[in-house]
């Protein structure tokens, strides 16, 4: 990466499917994005395991797994407590791609968990989850002019929940003022590398994932003229760019129609894997003893051992007994008359490295359809949300406008996004 002529281009859409994408370039909703496709190299990606984007976005800034950088979700329990604990930038074990040695100075705006952020040779504007403007700006000289121009880090989601027309009122707001932002950094700051991301896509398909399925759906229009803003975007972009410069459009993982949540720690204790102090239960601190294990957002499986946990009751030698009865019920959890569970993934085929103890003992993925929660507050098994659409973690995609100068890796996956910048620039 440091061996570059160019400046590097990364437009990131949290969210964006390729299926998605392919589907909107070929139809004319982005022809900025169809053109970059027919000259440069296309390709679908796998996010993270899990598929959430703390995991998958720092596992593309980083180039490694969640075994090295330490992020397996938006929340954790320390080793020894049951305290729910919430993870952010300071805790990733390795140092993102804009920190090598030689790489230049670069901007980042709204890369999501960069939060609070933390010193470079440039800019960086953290996204979410960042909590406040002033944490997540650096250098804070920056933050009179993202006040001044209205800079907002995410859209509000609770008038999703709310009403879908004051959502989408926010997220155009929202998007305005990303675009503002960009264009003023770009025009003002001397960079080398620049990294975009839009995180609205991700709002719009949880919300009106089916506005895109259906096209006589009220909200049809509204769904393409947001990723159509957006394609204007990378059309700016593009034209700004030169000849040298290298362009990379990519997502941190998929999406796809939501028909049921899952409680997964509700289902745990029907299945007496889990037991609860209190009914109902208001936080992991009411984990009981007995418990033989408890799940983190979204299907994060730990086993409850000795000596790890307040309460542990399984023994080392239990262990291998416990992982195989969490397979079989989770193999036999049904919606429908149709399996919920994809795969499940002990820690040791999905991660390496020196977290690999942190790491959640089983991961398991849901079928289409099928989104898992973990909040342990869930009255039933079985439930639905606000949220029309869930990630998916096997359709990610890659887009680069390096025609010839690349070929994707198979089985692509977001820890071999800097290995392939890598490959360019040697």
């Known amino acids: 990466m440091t061996g570059r002529s160019g400046r590097l281009v990364i437009v990131g859409l949290d969210g964006m499917p390729y299926r998605l994408i392919k589907d909107l370039a070929e139809n004319d909703v982005m022809p900025h994005t169809r053109a970059l496709m027919g000259s440069g190299v296309f390709g679908q990606m796998a996010s993270s395991i899990p598929e959430i984007s703390s995991v998958a976005w720092t596992s593309i800034i980083t180039g490694t797994n969640p075994g090295y950088h330490g992020i397996f979700g938006f929340t ?28 230049g100075k670069s901007v980042i705006i709204n890369v999501p ?63 305005a003022k990303r675009i503002e932002v960009y264009r003023y950094l770009w025009a003002e700051e001397e960079w080398q590398n620049f990294v975009l991301v839009f995180t609205g896509t991700d709002r719009l398909a949880h919300f009106l994932w089916d506005a895109y399925e259906d096209k006589a759906h009220k909200y049809h229009s509204a769904f393409l003229d947001h990723l ?40 745990l204790e029907e299945k007496g894997l889990l037991r609860f102090s209190k009914h109902p239960p208001q936080s992991m601190a009411d984990i009981d003893h007995g418990t033989r294990a408890f799940a983190l957002d979204p299907a994060r499986l730990y086993v409850n051992m000795e000596g790890k946990y307040p309460r542990g009751s399984v023994s080392p030698e239990e262990r291998e007994e416990v992982l195989d009865e969490l397979t079989r019920a989770f193999e036999s959890l049904e919606f429908g008359g149709r399996k919920a569970v994809k795969r499940i993934y002990r820690k040791e085929e999905i991660y390496d490295g020196p977290c690999l103890d942190q790491a959640p003992d089983l991961v398991v993925l849901p079928n289409a359809g099928v989104n898992f929660r973990a909040n342990p507050k869930g009255g039933q098994v079985f439930d639905r949300s606000a949220f029309v659409g869930k990630h998916t973690q096997e359709d990610a995609f890659l887009l680069l406008s390096a025609s010839g100068q690349c070929i994707l890796p198979k089985n692509l996956c977001v820890s071999d996004v800097v290995g392939v910048i890598d490959s360019i620039s040697s």
């Open 76 to 103: 954790d329990i320390p080793l020894g407590t049951y305290r729910l604990s919430f993870p952010n930038f300071n805790n990733v074990r390795v140092p993102p791609f804009w920190k090598r040695e030689g790489i």
């Open 113 to 175: 968990f960069t939060y609070p952020a933390t010193s470079l040779d440039g800019v960086l504007i953290a996204g979410f989850v960042a909590l406040d403007l002033r944490k997540a700006t650096y250098p804070p000289s920056l933050l009179p002019k993202l006040n001044e121009i209205g800079y907002q880090i995410d859209v509000d989601s609770d008038k999703g929940h709310k009403s879908l027309d004051l959502f989408l009122r926010d997220l155009d707001r929202t998007l």
């Open 228 to 267: 159509h803003r957006i394609d204007d975007v990378v059309g700016e972009i593009v034209g700004k760019m030169n000849q040298s410069d290298l362009l990379i459009m990519l997502s941190d993982h998929g999406f796809g129609r939501s028909e049921v949540d899952v409680y997964v720690n509700r289902f």
